[in-house]
């Protein structure tokens, strides 16, 4: 499809100053409008590669290069496990501050906060404070305040992780029908075998000690998916394949 990927990793290296190598030989050429989820054991680098590439920590080997221009490596936007909003302001408001920060008038941020909202199913909650708003709906004001810039790259770190299972499964769908619209780059760290096969394209299993790629799989079911794709022999397949690689990645630091 794309002839240059969005950002490509190269021998990329973290050794933290206690010493610690958190990863160590990472290649990896992440396309325009993929879907990829990094997958892995606790401890294998997965959050040290994704600052890296958001340009919060800097690699101590190897380069990320950005094909299209350094502007792409800015054009971000990121979602951590916890919603990490403003408790003092309003949803809108928190949706907006991103909008204000790159300089926009008020009044056109609130709108493009408001039509956003709306966008992750917040419609009528524009001026709920955080407290007042669940988990999954916390989660969905830190979704759209991550896109409201239309940024070309979203970088979610474990987003649903604390989330119960019926919830995160919304989420699941809320955000491939986000992405399904509108094609931004999306690199998705999680634990989860099996939410990793219902939402990317292309998984990363990664093994620790030192992290690096032990696996990058394809997963070449259509989308939309939704419950058909959930409850399919396929999915099964997938699940099985992809434990297995990552029971390897597991295995390999054991041995
Ligand atoms: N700021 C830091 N200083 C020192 N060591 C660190 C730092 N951040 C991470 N590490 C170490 O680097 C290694 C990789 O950590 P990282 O958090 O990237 O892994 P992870 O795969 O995201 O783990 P988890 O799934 O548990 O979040 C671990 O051994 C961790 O202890």
Request: glycine share 8%.
């Amino acid at each position: 499809m794309s002839a240059a990927p969005l950002v490509s990793l190269r021998a990329v290296a973290k050794r933290y100053a206690t010493g610690t190598l958190a990863v160590r030989g990472v290649d990896l050429d992440i396309d325009a409008g993929d879907f990829v989820a990094l997958l892995g054991p606790s401890g294998c680098g997965k959050s040290t590669l994704l600052r890296m590439v958001a340009g919060l920590a800097a690699p101590t080997g190897g380069s990320i290069l950005w094909p299209g221009g350094a502007a792409a490596a800015k054009d971000i936007g990121f979602v951590f496990q916890e919603p990490t909003l403003m408790p003092w302001a309003t949803a809108l408001a928190n949706v907006a501050l991103p909008l204000e920060l790159a300089g926009m008038g008020r009044a056109e941020a609130a709108e493009r906060a408001a039509a956003m909202l709306a966008r992750v199913e917040l419609k009528g909650f524009e001026a709920a404070y955080p407290r007042a708003l669940s988990g999954g709906m916390r989660m969905r004001v830190s979704i759209a305040r991550a896109l409201v810039t239309r940024p070309r790259l979203l970088m979610m770190d474990e987003p649903f992780a604390a989330l119960d299972e019926i919830t995160r499964f919304r989420l699941n769908n809320d955000l491939l029908r986000l992405w399904e619209a509108e094609r931004f780059t999306v690199l998705f760290v999680t634990h989860s075998v099996f939410e990793s096969v219902y939402l990317a394209r292309r998984i990363v299993v990664m093994a620790a000690r030192p992290g690096r790629i032990e696996a990058d799989l394809p997963i070449d079911a259509a989308y939309p998916r939704g419950e058909d794709f959930r409850t399919s022999a396929a999915y099964a397949a997938h699940c099985r394949g992809v434990s297995q690689a990552l029971g390897h990645a597991m295995a390999v630091h054991a041995g």
